[in-house]
């Protein structure tokens, strides 16, 4: 009897076991299927979340400095199990039409499209696509950006154009990479707006510029004080004809080494031109004594000191050279009146940006003249103010150069 209950019970131990068995396979099975099946879903989340890469580079895209902000971000990433560095940047990427975010980025740590839309806080969401805080002209790379220094870039397609015009001349940019470029007046030797009598069209690719040193027509009377407020100064030189160009190139051999020093270059700039046969109503008052730029030759070294996201001190030291000949106008002829005169002068600008809400630069330069400058927006990114000022400093002038000359101007930017 006991044999057969000893027995009946290891059938029935046995039996047991293969069923226990029998179930953990299954649930092996179950559990398979299960981490298949969220892998899967991983992979379409992460899909829906990652959005559209091939275009993000053109999308609109700025960094935010505002600190209480970067803390709710940073929250909002750790909420997500995200780890990261706080000396990171903190990138918005919008879409297109600025309706929603498609990523949040600290460094190399994205936060997705989906996640971006749906888990922040909806507050958070659209303080941020107001953009209610301190913007950065400091864009990452990868991005295409305008070299202007400007808060924000909103770039919807990969062949956009901008305008900026002014009396002081214009750009009009294809792209980040070309552009067209027009200025009136000399203002690296301190000439501002017609008072050298030149006006310089270049076409620009990246850091380099090539083009056309063009005579200016106009500026040769004075203008009533009663009708114009701010009087121009009839101009005392006469525009050469030739060719002109300019380069910049940033080189980290020579930017200084440290945190706050965050832009080292080498540029210069050049114009070799004479003074051609024109009308004498386009020459000055005294056709005997016809006074004209033909040779520029500068070269720099710049750099630029952070002093925080929103204040930046740009600085040039260089050296200048530049020729001044003397002209007269016999029987619809110009000859050559005398020696050249050959000027070598130190190059000292320093010029102000402050990239916060209230938008504006102050410039200050002394290249044989001393200059002073001031930029501020009126309409943001759509209208500015301008004015500039030029003086002989602790000399008499010479016979070309005003005793001051000063003017202010409007100006207009478009993106298309």
Not at 85 to 112: C, F, H, L, W
Not at 156 to 165: A, G, K, R
């Amino acid at each position: 009897m006991k044999k057969t209950i000893l027995a009946s019970a290891l059938v029935l131990f046995f039996c047991t076991l293969d069923f226990t068995h029998a179930q953990i396979d299954q649930l092996r099975s179950n559990l398979q299927t299960e981490k298949e099946e969220l892998q899967s879903l991983e992979r379409v989340l992460s899909l829906l979340n990652s959005g559209d890469t091939t275009y993000a580079s053109y999308f609109p895209v700025w960094t935010v400095l505002d600190r209480n902000m970067k803390l709710s971000i940073y929250n909002a990433f750790r909420n997500r199990g995200k780890t990261f560095s706080e000396d990171d940047q903190v990138v918005i990427i919008a879409t297109p039409n600025m309706k929603s975010i498609a990523d949040i980025r600290i460094g190399t740590i994205s936060y997705g499209r989906l996640l971006a839309t749906k888990a922040l806080d909806p507050e958070l969401h659209k303080t941020l696509l107001e953009q209610k805080y301190v913007l950065s002209n400091d864009i990452p790379a990868g991005y295409r950006t305008d070299t202007r220094n400007r808060k924000r870039e909103l770039i919807d397609n990969p062949n956009w154009v901008s305008l900026n015009i002014s009396l002081f001349g214009g750009t009009m940019k294809f792209g980040n990479d070309w552009r067209l470029v027009g200025t009136v007046g000399n203002d690296e030797l301190g000439y501002p707006f017609w008072s050298s009598g030149q006006i310089l069209v270049m076409a620009g690719y990246k850091s380099i510029q090539l083009g056309g040193y063009l005579p200016l027509h106009g500026g040769v009377f004075e203008t009533n004080p009663a009708e114009r407020p701010l009087s121009l100064k009839p101009r005392l030189l006469n525009g050469s004809s030739g060719v002109a160009g300019s380069f910049e190139f940033e080189w980290d051999a020579v930017k200084i080494n440290s945190p706050r020093f965050t832009y080292g270059s080498i540029g210069g700039s050049f114009a070799v031109g004479s003074l051609d046969r024109r009308r004498p109503e386009y020459l000055t008052f005294d056709l005997n004594r016809l006074y004209s730029i033909t040779t520029i030759l500068q070269t720099y070294y710049g750099f630029n000191y952070q002093f925080d996201d929103e204040k930046i001190l740009s600085s040039r030291l260089g050296v200048t050279y530049h020729r001044v000949t003397l002209n007269r106008y016999v029987d619809n002829e110009i000859f050559r009146h005398g020696d050249a005169e050959a000027l070598i002068t130190p190059l000292v600008s320093v010029e102000y940006r402050n990239l916060g809400a209230d938008w504006f630069k102050l410039r200050a330069q002394y290249s044989r003249l001393m200059s002073l400058g001031a930029w501020a927006e009126i309409v943001p990114q759509y209208v500015y103010a301008e004015v500039k000022y030029a003086t002989p400093l602790f000399r008499t002038p010479s016979p070309w150069e005003q005793r001051y000359y000063l003017y202010a101007t409007l100006g207009f930017n478009f993106d298309f």
